[in-house]
Every structure is written in C-alpha cells, then in structure tokens.
C-alpha cells in the first residue's frame, strides 16, 4: 500500500503564497510523475500543475508564472509553491502520483485533500 500525506493548505488574503507538500510513503519501487489537481465547489476536477520524473513540468495556464511545481525524489516528496494567490484558486487541492512496480505495471494514488482559500 502506498500513502499520500498532505499539508500546507489554509486560508491567506488575495496576493498572498502558499505552499503545500504531499509526502508519498509505503510500498514504492518507482515514482513516474507527480502532480496536484484541484476542485472548486460545484466545478470539475482540473489539472493545476505536474513533474515527470525527469523534471519536465506544465501547468494549466490560469496558473503559469504564479505556482512553481517541484519534486524531491530523495525524499518522495511533490511540492507546489502558490504565489500572488486570487479567489479563483480557491479549492481542495489533491496531490496525485503515478508509480510503477517491478513488473512495469502502473497505478495511480490520490492524496486526501487540502483546502486553500484565498480571501481577504
């Protein structure tokens, strides 16, 4: 089994950064990319930003030049650093990450959710 732990989310005022961080633990032979996705109320799930395990990264544009994807392989850790933050970023923010086993079969996980809120 494998574990995702979140954190970092929480309220800030417009133009304010913040930081989450999704730590994966349990039973991991390899880490293909890593990701967080958000949900607004009433709205679907969305893309936000991702890094493959060679470091290749994209966002959705809404986001581009505001939040900065980043991984520690070391450590299993995915990292999103969220600045100049705008009510529209509110969401539960869920860290995402594709692995692979020995045999090459891929899975997905899901962390649990962290809610940002961005308001003054």
């Known amino acids: 089994q494998v574990q995702l732990v979140e954190s970092g989310g929480g309220l800030v005022q417009p133009g304010g950064s913040l930081r989450l961080s999704c730590a994966a633990s349990?039973?991991?032979?390899?880490?293909?990319?890593m990701g967080w996705y958000r949900q607004a109320p009433g709205k679907q799930r969305e893309l936000v930003a991702a890094?493959?395990?060679?470091?290749?990264?994209n966002y959705v544009d809404s986001v581009k030049g505001r939040f900065t994807v980043s991984r520690d392989n070391a450590k299993n850790t995915v990292l999103l650093q969220m600045n100049s933050l705008k009510p529209a970023d509110t969401a539960v923010y869920y860290c995402?990450?594709?692995?692979?086993?020995?045999?090459?079969?891929?899975?997905?996980?899901w962390g649990q959710g962290t809610q940002v809120t961005v308001s003054s």
């Open positions: 349990g039973n991991i032979f390899s880490i293909n990319a």
């Open positions: 890094i493959t395990s060679g470091g290749g990264t």
């Open positions: 995402n990450v594709d692995l692979s086993d020995p045999g090459g079969a891929r899975f997905g996980y």
